[in-house]
């Protein structure tokens, strides 16, 4: 094993919906058994990467919101407490998952990893607070919408739920997340995009809002100063035409040209959009790599041979 100052720094942004799949319920063995696909790839790659795993939570957050929704003898909790809720299940999923696959490829002992509750300050007076954006929770049957008590948009997977999506602008515990790196753990952070918080003197209050991971993501990417940025989703890649009979996924995206097709409303927003935003960021902010690849195909998109490499324009 390499020496571990000099190991690159390698995040990867896993999608929640790559941890409930199309047309599943999303039970717990599941998840545990969709999460098998990225983790075992993720643990190889610690041998030659020091990683950082931050990881979505749509239809997570989405159905405990649904789950409270349920009953009227228990109180209510805001958005943020239930982000906080799914920075627990899913860091302590992830965390379990890799650490079988540590030690089941014989590297356990030298790659401690940590999952770290993380709040993201978000802009109090962004107008993403009256225009709900961000699609949690499961999909809903056409015939429900009308009767829905809360904003719904139509997604490329159905009719979803929209919640708050502020920009993220800075993450809070930036200074021990690398300091933790520095000592090598592996560390699962910003789950979920984050507590979303915003300031309030010197301390912190929560808000009632859902950050986009890959915002976030690249947010802590530009931070801490990651090397490589992998977007890992349920699709190949990026694609133009997509869900057509045109459609075609891109192996290089150059940002002129992403602007260009964002232009034409080929990345939809709470989607695809952010994550061409995540990668052109990160690159702007000083990354040297971003990829968009599937879950199947981190390693494959880590030796570029898999997935949309965003590249400067
Ligand atoms: P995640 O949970 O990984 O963030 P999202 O649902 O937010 O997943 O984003 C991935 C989805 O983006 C894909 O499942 C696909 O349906 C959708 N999508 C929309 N436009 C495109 C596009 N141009 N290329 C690829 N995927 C796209
Ligand atoms: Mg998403």
């Known amino acids: 094993m390499k020496d571990s100052p000099v190991r690159p720094v390698l995040l990867v942004a896993l999608g929640g919906n790559a941890l409930i799949r199309k047309g599943q319920q999303g039970t717990i063995s599941e998840q545990f058994e969709n999460l ?12 030659d990467y020091r990683v950082i795993i931050t990881h979505g939570n749509g239809p997570q957050v989405g159905n405990l919101l649904l789950q ?10 805001p958005l943020e407490i239930l982000v906080a809720q799914t920075q627990g299940q899913i860091g302590y999923m992830i965390e379990s998952t890799l650490d079988s696959e540590l030690m ?3 590297i356990a002992a030298s790659r401690p990893l940590v999952s770290l509750i993380s709040y993201v300050v978000v802009d109090e007076h962004s107008p993403a607070f009256t225009t709900p954006t961000k699609p949690i929770g499961p999909v809903i049957p056409e015939d429900r919408v009308p009767s829905c008590p809360y904003p719904v948009r139509l997604t490329e997977k159905g009719f979803r739920r929209v919640v708050a999506s502020p920009e993220p602008v800075a993450i809070v515990e930036k200074s021990e997340i690398l300091r933790l790196i520095e000592m090598d753990f592996v ?13 309030e003197g010197r301390s912190f209050a929560g808000v009632d809002a859902v950050i986009d991971k890959d915002l976030a993501s690249a947010r802590l990417a530009c931070e801490v100063g990651v090397d490589i940025f992998v977007i890992a989703t349920d699709v190949p890649g990026v694609a133009i035409d997509y869900g057509t009979e045109h459609q075609r996924f891109l192996a290089r995206l150059d940002v002129n040209r992403a602007w260009l097709y964002a232009a034409q ?19 702007e ?23 949309t490499e965003v590249i400067r324009g």
């Open 36 to 47: 098998r696909v990225p983790i075992s790839q993720i643990a190889r790659l610690t041998r």
């Open 68 to 77: 409270q929704e349920c009953t009227e003898e228990v109180p209510r909790m």
């Open 104 to 106: 089941r490829q014989g």
């Open 187 to 199: 560390v699962i952070c910003c789950g979920g995009g984050g507590i979303p918080v915003v300031r």
């Open 265 to 283: 409303g080929q990345f939809p927003e709470g989607s695809m959009l952010p994550k061409i935003q995540a990668a052109i960021r990160f690159l």
């Open 285 to 307: 902010g000083g990354g040297k790599r971003a990829v968009i690849t599937s879950v199947e195909a981190i390693e494959e998109a880590v030796a570029a041979r898999a997935g």
